[in-house]
């Protein structure tokens, strides 16, 4: 059928609106929560919470590459849940990697901020001076790891197929405007569009397992990696089986490309 993402300001209500569509449409549920579990190594508090951007850089840099190998590793779960159709994401981070795919129906739910306040005052007991603060706060702190990480703005309405004011209509109107958005023909998925899934899976697989090179340009098609970088010759036929060698427990790598550019 399709696949449905929600962007939200308030994880507890995404969470609910996701929920019951997914319910509503016998769909499977998975959150951004839900990718951190299957990365291991990245299920630290501070990137799990994003209370502090710079926080969360700073355990990023911990490890080689870390950012890049976050941001792959984030592809490759959200793919993994996207390839299986007829699911609904909700939270920061799915939507970027299937921007293209026409079968996706990207949602973003906004809110009042004063109802978020009344909301965020009975569920954590504090001011309404406290809770305005920490909402804004973060609010502020889930853009910037947004824009550091995939440079997109998540509060850029073009990023979205639809967008939903909730105060302007109820959440029961939203699941239901969103029902129906997603029972659209064009946003069924098609051979083609499953086929440009598969492909960005298998493509994700395969940066997963050749993190060791870090600058090489990697896609898929129809079972074949082709993998681009550049290497002095004398290194070449030595990176060559290196690749290979990487790559040869992904069962759907059928043939592998690789091409080297020029090393000045």
């Known amino acids: 059928m399709s696949i449905i993402t929600i962007s939200r300001e308030s994880y507890y209500l995404g969470q609910k609106i996701a929920e019951k569509i997914a319910q509503k449409l016998d769909f499977a549920c998975f959150s951004r929560d839900t990718l951190l ?25 911990r490890f080689p590459y870390g950012k890049e ?19 609904v994401y909700h ?32 569920r954590e007991n504090i001011s309404a001076q406290e809770a ?3 909402l804004k706060k973060d ?7 947004s824009l550091y990480l995939y440079r997109i703005d998540i509060q850029n309405p073009n990023l979205y197929d639809v967008v939903l004011n909730i105060g ?16 659209l023909s064009c946003f ?18 395969a940066r997963v397992g050749l993190f060791e090179f870090p600058s090489a340009s990697i896609s898929a098609k129809d079972g074949k990696i082709f993998v681009g ?14 690749i290979e060698n990487a790559l040869k427990d992904i069962a759907e790598v059928k043939d592998i490309d690789i091409h080297f550019e020029p090393y000045l």
Do not use: C
């Open 168 to 183: 302007d209509i109820t959440v029961d109107h939203a699941i239901d405007t969103i029902i129906s958005a997603a029972k």
């Open 69 to 87: 190998r976050y941001i792959e590793s984030m592809r490759l779960a959200a793919l993994k849940q996207f390839q299986k159709d007829n699911v």
């Open 188 to 205: 069924e998925t098609t051979p083609e569009s499953q086929k440009r899934i598969d492909d960005l899976t298998l493509a994700a697989q």
């Open 37 to 61: 579990e299957a990365l291991g190594e990245f299920q630290i508090p501070e990137i799990k919470l994003i209370r502090n951007i710079q926080d969360a850089i700073s355990v990023l840099d």
């Open 229 to 242: 970088l550049k290497a002095p010759l004398a290194q070449q036929k030595t990176i060559v089986p290196n």
């Open 91 to 122: 939270g920061l981070a799915g939507h970027f990697f299937v921007q293209d795919i026409s079968h996706v129906l990207k949602v973003r739910i906004i809110q009042d901020l004063e109802m978020r306040v009344e909301e965020e005052i009975k």
């Open 132 to 134: 305005r603060y920490v």
């Open 139 to 145: 609010d502020d702190e889930r853009r910037k790891w």
